[in-house]
């Protein structure tokens, strides 16, 4: 088959959308398929930086909304595409449908179905109670690809060596490709401020825009603390990690394909579902902080993300000292099966190809 993907990563929206869409790319590519990324110049910029990367990139101008999806249209026409793969909020239904009903089909990975008609042959969501999003109801002739049995992994995380506890060491700090809210260094201050000594691994994405003043505090703390920028190797640090603390988008599966004991804050309204059957399985912990930062804060607003930040430092330092439950987490983790999600979407793309080809 020949797919092809529509997606975007920057400052403003993370990497989260893109990331998934490669470890989708990476399970096509390794049943023999051909993806190509249809994404801007800036989106560009860090897919090349990866080592993992798959699939070319064509370039896409910026243009209104309605222009691009017929634009977009043209494109996956011109390559003869099978599948057209779409994941990104800024597409709304309008762009959807002009997409729906073509030669090729039309997948949409989801996470809340609050944006209206998804108007897609196949619905992608990962997370385990997506069943509860009614996507019968709203998208009845659809193929789902719903529940944990399609969480998507890049290959990194998969056939890992999970039983490793007793080689586990440090505390990891990772905040997502861009960390929106800015938590990574506040949090790291109130554990250096808090004197606990422990190693410290700090992950920041691609699109982290404080790398100085991250560096600059590292230095002048003098503790024991790594820094990791644009990681190419995740699944390897996360072995080796006792306690995570990470927002709560994707990285959560690939925390839990580790057995890596976790706090995970919520950042986004999309992470609230996943997150929470994640908190019903025992192997991690969770903090709430949701601000819209689409406008200038508010000083209760302000009063509010430095209580989250303090509450998420505390919250560490109390569950680093408690041994115990930390294994106990970390065994949770290992009873839980890792999925080859990208495998299972891959065969349901190629069934419903097959048939459309037969008909």
Known sequence: MRIVFRVEGNLKIGLGHMMRCLALAQGLTREGHQVKFITSQASQEFCQKRNDWVGKCILIEDMPLKQEAQWLKAQCENLAADWLILDGYQFDQTYRQILSANRFKFAVFDDLNDSGQLHADLVINGANNAQQLNYLK??????????????VLRQEFLDLDRENWSQRKTLTLMFGGSDTYNLTLP???NLIQSNLTLPIVVVTGAA???LNKLSEVIQDAQQDISHIHDCQNMAEILLDTKLAVSAAGGSQFELLACATPAILVVVAKNQITATQHALTQAWCQVINNQVNNDHELTDQEITDQELTEQQISEQVISLWQQTELLHTMHSKALELPVPDGAKNIVNLMFNQQSQSVDT
């Open 187 to 189: 949090v790291l201050q």
């Open 208 to 210: 982290y825009s404080q």
């Open 138 to 151: 709203s998208e009845p002739k659809a193929k789902l690809a719903i529940g944990s049995a399609y969480q």
